[in-house]
């Protein structure tokens, strides 16, 4: 079943198109991220979904049943949406049990549901805190459950993880995942953080510009960007400009095989995209007459794994991932640049950087 149908929204503020016929679809049980640049329209598509703004045109279904449309605003109260704020905002004169209770009725308040997510936010024992009482990632875990509670059609959380530190950002991510499958919910999460979005979604949803440009599991986005621009929006990306002959894309970095896009047509230039990881160093004592070789230029380290720049000939710079297993080519050493596994190409003069 489908949790969320979005079609054809349309939101403007005075001149700013907020929305411009965005489509999104989130089956069951599955969590969506909706990832973007700061002003691509993600709080106003939450906002939408939620109840808190209305739609100048199109349509959402929340579980088959509309709830925004040409002539529906079914209230916010009435949606059986859940959101979840960037800071918890519990309401400070409450316990936690309190706060989880809070929109639960009579009879829910007796099933034991408020201690059942309590345990599920990883909670359990702490019922009576007061919110001042609780660390910040405990707030959001408190505010979770108190969404979860009332068992939702649709849980919307709206950058939870912002105010919190990398460290617990990390863990609360993966508890907040655990506990939204474990729970069966459906979740639309928005986030401008790539490594979110791609490490926590079933399905990673990228705006541009009030537009949805792409939308796919995690891996397929990141292994086949629609262009250069999601290329780099979701992770590290090389740009290099390269022709394409027998099947396979030349580039002063070296060659490697296609791996789709639309340089498949002989002899065109293309733009060849690369990720830092394809990218393989090898020391070369002595470089044989006329190989190309590149030179390192700096490592910048990121403690598990190293970005290692260096410069072709050519002048190209390239960057190079690499874990870090202790040994490190030293700087200005010259090094032999090979691709590893296939490349995306687009004809060069189809694409906007
Ligand atoms: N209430 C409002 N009145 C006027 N313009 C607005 C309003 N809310 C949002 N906008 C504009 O609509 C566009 C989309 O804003 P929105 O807050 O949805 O973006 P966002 O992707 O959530 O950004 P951020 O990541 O910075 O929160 C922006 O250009 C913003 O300036």
């Not at 929305?19 to 991220?33: F, K, M």
């Not at 907040?176 to 490490?199: F, I, M, P, W």
């Not at 090389?238 to 498949?264: M, Q």
Request: net charge neutral.
């Amino acid at each position: 079943m489908t949790a969320l149908t979005v079609t054809a929204a349309r939101k403007s503020y005075g001149a700013v198109p907020a929305l411009a016929d965005v489509d999104l679809s989130v089956p069951a049980g599955e969590l969506a991220a909706v990832l973007g640049p700061s002003g691509c329209g993600k709080t106003t598509l939450l906002r939408c979904i939620a109840g808190l703004e209305r739609l100048d045109a199109g349509e959402i279904r929340v579980a088959g049943s509309l709830v925004a449309g040409a002539r529906t605003h079914v209230p916010a109260h009435r949606r059986r949406v859940a959101l979840v704020p960037q800071e918890g905002a519990l309401f400070p004169h409450l316990t936690a049990a309190g706060n989880v209770e809070y929109g639960l009725d009579r009879a829910g308040r007796r099933s034991g549901r408020a201690d059942e997510v309590l345990a599920l936010v990883g909670l359990d024992g702490y019922q009576r805190r007061m919110p001042h009482e609780l660390s910040g990632g405990q707030q959001q875990r408190v505010a979770l459950a108190r969404a979860l509670a009332p068992r939702p059609q649709l849980i919307l959380l709206d950058e939870p993880f912002s105010a919190l530190d990398a460290g617990l950002r990390a863990s609360l991510r993966q508890d907040v995942r655990a506990a939204l499958r474990a729970d069966g919910a459906t979740a639309v999460l928005v986030t401008h953080d790539q490594a979110e979005a791609l490490s926590l979604a079933d399905h990673v949803v990228v705006m541009r510009d009030g537009k949805v440009v792409q939308d796919g599991p995690p891996t397929g986005v990141y292994a086949a960007p629609v262009d250069p621009w999601v290329a780099r929006f979701v992770g590290d990306a090389i740009l290099l400009p390269g022709v394409v002959r027998d099947g396979r894309a030349h580039t002063a970095a070296g060659e490697a095989a296609l791996h789709g896009g639309t340089g498949d047509a002989a002899n065109r230039p293309v733009t060849v995209l690369l990720r830092p990881e394809q990218v393989r160093l090898t020391p070369v004592e002595a470089p044989a007459a006329g190989e190309a070789t590149a030179r390192v230029l700096r490592h910048n380290f990121h403690g598990h794994d190293s970005l290692t720049v260096v410069r072709l000939e050519d002048g190209t710079e390239l960057q190079s991932r690499r874990l870090n297993d202790g040994a490190m080519v030293g700087l200005g050493s010259a090094v032999r640049v090979s691709i590893h596994g296939p490349v995306l190409a687009w004809h060069a003069d189809e694409v906007s950087l």
